[in-house]
Nanobody
Framework: QVQVVESGGGLVQTGGSLRLSCTAS????????MAWFRQAPGKEREFVAA????????SYGESVKGRFTISRDNAKNTAYLQMNSLKPEDTAVYYC?????????????????????WGLGTQVTVST
């Protein structure tokens, strides 16, 4: 059983930066595709970013391209989401997810159905 735990959320001003961390334990991390999603109040959960297994590629949602960066440290079983130039509309609960299937194609990464394990989420609030 894989456990996914997010950390690093908090309150930040518009234009500020924040880095989220996601640790996945209980399996072989380097073979997981790791992703971040977010859900704002009253809205559906939205794809933010993903990092394919073995660091073989990344994908980003349109609303965060150029501002957010996903990375991973396989030695620490941890994925990161560096968020810069934050806007009030980035306010949401951010969820980390892990997919164990291999050879996922990049176009499938925004699909929530491919992810097998999810964390409980961490709140990010961007103030004006």
């Amino acid at each position: 059983q894989v456990q996914v735990v997010e950390s690093g959320g908090g309150l930040v001003q518009t234009g500020g930066s924040l880095r989220l961390s996601c640790t996945a334990s209980g399996g072989t991390f380097r073979y997981y595709t790791m992703a971040w999603f977010r859900q704002a109040p009253g809205k559906e959960r939205e794809f933010v970013a993903a990092s394919k297994q073995l660091g073989s590629g990344t994908s980003y949602g349109e609303s965060v391209k150029g501002r957010f960066t996903i990375s991973r440290d396989n030695a620490k079983n941890t994925a990161y989401l560096q968020m810069n130039s934050l806007k009030p509309e980035d306010t949401a609960v951010y969820y980390c997810a892990a997919a164990v299937k291999d050879r996922l194609i990049t176009s499938s990464l925004p699909n929530q159905q491919i992810y097998d394990y999810w964390g409980l989420g961490t709140q990010v609030t961007v103030s004006t």
